[in-house]
């Protein structure tokens, strides 16, 4: 994720409500108290109390917020949304637990102890979606090495898993974001369906908290 100074939008967007002067001072004494990013910027409230310039920290903050945020959808369009069926775990006791298998346009978190089935769960979703769907596409994304040898397909099947490297929460936050504002802006006539596969996360969380001492 690029330095407060080196966000373009950021910048951009700020230029109708503060001036020059105060966007330099505020990420000048932002990044000297430790916030250096807009990830740092939305999840390190409690940096910014004693960080001078309130009110143009408070437009940031609003400015940066408003760039994540996902937009405002009915109950009714999400059910519309997407015509493609739920991914079947190809475990029939789970798929009826899960009403038919994973469903597109949700978060599924697979949780469990090492060593029980995570990355097994989650390679296997990624070859059946490539399986059911000659147009999908998977984002695996690993922090570690990647299961190869947990994949198997043919070719053309394999080319359409992307291995996604992701060694720190900066990085996978900065992958999604970018994903998402894909998705926002679809090219013509891309209906394929997506499958991005996180695995794990949670080693991920552990070595942020670690570095950031919270």
Do not use: W
């Not at 910027?41 to 437009?59: A, E, M, V």
């Not at 947990?150 to 070719?155: A, F, P, T, V």
């Amino acid at each position: 994720m690029p330095p407060l100074a080196a966000t373009k939008y950021l910048r951009a967007q700020s230029q109708e409500q503060v001036t020059a002067e105060e966007y330099s001072a505020a990420v000048s004494s932002l990044t000297t108290a430790g916030v250096r990013t807009t990830h740092d910027l939305l999840l390190q409230p409690d940096l910014l109390p004693g960080i001078p310039h309130s009110r143009t920290l408070h437009t940031l903050r609003q400015l940066v917020a408003a760039h994540h945020a996902a937009p405002g959808t009915t109950a009714f369009s999400q059910l519309t949304v997407s015509p493609v069926a739920p991914l079947s775990t190809t475990i029939p006791a789970l798929d009826d637990l899960l009403h038919g298998g994973v469903g597109f346009g949700a978060v599924t978190e697979v949780l469990g102890a090492a060593g029980c089935g995570r990355t097994r769960m989650a390679t296997l979703l990624a070859m059946q979606l490539v399986r059911s769907h000659p147009s999908a596409l998977v984002y695996y994304v690993h922090s570690d090495a990647m299961p190869l040898s947990r994949l198997h397909g043919s070719r053309e099947q394999l080319e359409r898993v992307l291995a996604v490297e992701c060694r720190t929460m900066d990085r996978l936050l900065s992958f999604l974001y970018g994903l998402a504002a894909e998705a926002a802006d679809p090219a013509p006539q891309d209906d394929a369906p997506r499958l991005v596969v996180v695995d794990n996360v949670r080693d991920l969380a552990v070595a942020e908290l670690q570095r950031t001492g919270d």
